[in-house]
């Protein structure tokens, strides 16, 4: 594989995310941003996962955190954790990550360019057309999208034979998962090599050869979400009740809206709008489940709630209030 510089073009939620634990990793990271005003968002959110380590890793290195359910698997493995290296690999991740303005000199020279902007399909391919004419023959990009489809932005990328996509489950470091999935131009060594980085960034990679809206993990999540937020849209019931409905029931952790709001809402809204537009996403089975979704409904919540700019847990505040 060879990689060494990793370009993440976006700083939100999970694009800090997947720039922490590729440097983390021990990877060269720059996190590319459409303008200074974005540093500002951006740095406090690595200044945050600094001290997400931190804390975990210091759970970790107690007999509690040896628990498979305190462990975090994307920072080490248990049976060979050394505390203090680890510590000192969130420091120089902390310290090295780079952010830039400039694409041009964002994606100079660079191995990977990681794409984890919105959920927004022109405003993917906008960016795509810039960002072609400035890549080293060598770049391979990828999406991380966590819906559309690598064959729909292919040709945009000039080099859809090394475009492919890398989606990450939220709070990477603990689910340490990444789904690969190519399209049908995609070079079968390029779809291996990002294989081999998503390891090597300890994540468990799982491959996906044919393209599926909705990947894995959201072909389940997302149908679960819409059914929760339906019934708050019609008046059912309120966040925190529905919430209680599915946490005491099954047992579950966190409830439908703690889950978007880490998610955060804004790509709430996108996958809104991504579902309601595209019923070809959904089996015969769940059209027919789904026909009766208020999807304006939703759509009018969650405008009103990001424009008082409660986006979700990042901005302490979405369906419910953090600390």
Same mark, same amino acid.
């Given at each position: 594989?060879?990689?060494?510089?990793?370009?993440?073009?976006?700083?939100?939620?999970?694009?800090?995310?997947?720039?922490?634990?590729?440097?983390?990793?021990?990877?060269?990271?720059?996190?590319?941003?459409?303008?200074?005003?974005?540093?500002?968002?951006?740095?406090?959110?690595?200044?945050?996962?600094?001290?997400?380590?931190?804390?975990?890793?210091?759970?970790?290195?107690?007999?509690?955190?040896?628990?498979?359910?305190?462990?975090?698997?994307?920072?080490?493995?248990?049976?060979?954790?050394?505390?203090?290296?680890?510590?000192?690999?969130?420091?120089?991740?902390?310290?090295?990550?780079?952010?830039?303005?400039?694409?041009?000199?964002?994606?100079?020279?660079?191995?990977? @360019?990681?794409?984890? #902007? =919105?959920? $927004?399909? &022109? %405003?993917?391919? /906008?960016?795509?057309?810039?960002?072609?004419?400035?890549?080293?023959?060598?770049?391979?990009?990828?999406?991380?999208?966590?819906?559309?489809?690598?064959?729909?932005?292919?040709?945009?990328?000039?080099?859809?034979?090394?475009?492919?996509?890398?989606?990450?489950?939220?709070?990477?470091?603990?689910?340490?998962?990444?789904? @690969?999935?190519?399209? #049908? =131009?995609? $070079?079968? &060594? %390029?779809?291996? /090599?990002?294989?081999?980085?998503?390891?090597?960034?300890?994540?468990?990679?799982?491959?996906?050869?044919?393209?599926?809206?909705?990947?894995?993990?959201?072909?389940?999540?997302?149908?679960?979400?819409?059914?929760?937020?339906?019934?708050?849209?019609?008046?059912?019931?309120?966040?925190?009740?529905?919430?209680?409905?599915?946490?005491?029931?099954?047992?579950?952790?966190?409830?439908?809206?703690?889950?978007?709001?880490?998610?955060?809402?804004?790509?709430?809204?996108?996958?809104?709008?991504?579902?309601?537009?595209?019923?070809?996403?959904?089996?015969?089975?769940?059209?027919?489940?789904?026909?009766?979704?208020?999807?304006?409904?939703?759509?009018?919540?969650?405008?009103?709630?990001?424009?008082?700019?409660?986006?979700?847990?990042?901005?302490?505040?979405?369906?419910?209030?953090?600390?």
């Amino acid at each position: 594989m060879g990689y060494k510089k990793v370009v993440v073009a976006g700083g939100g939620v999970l694009g800090s995310q997947i720039a922490f634990q590729a440097a983390y990793c021990g990877f060269d990271v720059t996190i590319w941003l459409r303008s200074e005003k974005s540093k500002t968002h951006t740095q406090p959110k690595l200044d945050k996962l600094k001290e997400d380590y931190v804390k975990d890793l210091e759970l970790m290195n107690t007999k509690e955190g040896k628990a498979e359910s305190n462990w975090s698997r994307g920072l080490a493995d248990i049976d060979n954790f050394d505390y203090d290296k680890c510590i000192e690999k969130v420091q120089t991740a902390h310290t090295n990550i780079k952010l830039e303005t400039d694409l041009k000199k964002a994606v100079e020279d660079a191995d990977l @360019v990681i794409e984890s #902007i =919105g959920e $927004d399909t &022109k %405003v993917k391919i /906008d960016f795509y057309q810039k960002l072609a004419p400035l890549l080293p023959e060598k770049t391979v990009i990828v999406t991380n999208s966590s819906t559309l489809l690598p064959s729909t932005f292919a040709k945009y990328t000039g080099r859809g034979d090394k475009y492919l996509s890398l989606h990450f489950a939220n709070t990477i470091w603990r689910k340490n998962t990444a789904e @690969v999935m190519c399209h #049908i =131009g995609t $070079d079968p &060594k %390029v779809f291996t /090599d990002i294989i081999e980085f998503a390891n090597e960034i300890r994540m468990v990679a799982l491959p996906i050869t044919k393209e599926k809206n909705g990947y894995l993990l959201n072909s389940m999540l997302v149908p679960f979400l819409l059914s929760a937020f339906d019934l708050y849209a019609n008046g059912i019931s309120t966040p925190e009740t529905i919430d209680k409905a599915w946490t005491l029931g099954t047992g579950a952790p966190n409830g439908p809206f703690r889950i978007m709001d880490t998610v955060g809402l804004e790509t709430v809204k996108n996958i809104v709008l991504q579902y309601q537009k595209v019923p070809g996403l959904f089996s015969p089975l769940l059209k027919k489940m789904m026909m009766p979704y208020n999807f304006k409904g939703m759509l009018d919540i969650l405008n009103k709630y990001i424009s008082e700019g409660k986006m979700g847990k990042s901005t302490k505040e979405g369906f419910y209030k953090y600390e």
